[in-house]
């Protein structure tokens, strides 16, 4: 059986809505704790969704299926987010779940930043 790649849209989904709350916001203050809650949550959804592609490719994959994966897998180069089919579905759900914890930590602490640096430039320039 296939396996899939690690799906992004969950947790890219949550840091959309955290950054628009952040946005809408006059002064931006967002504590630890959410950045951390909105982690786990687009991590959590990152594992769920995974989990759900890979139940349904199983039941959809037959032996033809499967030998098609594995003769065009060895023609062409893997893609950096697949997880091999020897790893196993314990790799691809842990591995779902890093990404998605990290990727709502990083775009939302950078976003964050960034709208931080710019507040003060707009207050510096009203001075």
Do not use: C, D
């Not at 296939?2 to 799906?7: F, V």
């Not at 809650?37 to 990152?46: D, P, Q, T």
């Not at 709208?115 to 320039?125: A, F, L, S, Y």
Request: hydrophobic share 45%; no cysteine; net charge positive.
């Amino acid at each position: 059986m296939p396996s899939p790649e690690i799906p992004i849209i969950i947790p890219l989904i949550v840091v959309g809505i955290m950054v628009g709350n952040l946005i809408r916001k006059e002064r931006p203050n967002f504590g630890w704790r959410g950045v951390a809650a909105g982690s786990v949550i687009g991590g959590l959804g990152n594992l769920a969704h995974s989990a759900l592609l890979y139940y349904i490719q199983g039941q959809n994959a037959g032996q033809s299926g499967t030998r098609q994966y594995l003769t065009g897998q060895s023609m062409t180069s893997p893609s950096p987010l697949t997880v091999q089919a020897s790893t196993g579905p314990v790799t691809l759900l842990v591995g779902s779940f890093l990404v998605g914890t990290f990727t709502v930590m990083l775009v939302f602490l950078v976003a964050y930043l960034t709208i931080k640096m710019r507040g003060k430039e707009i207050h510096e320039g009203e001075q």
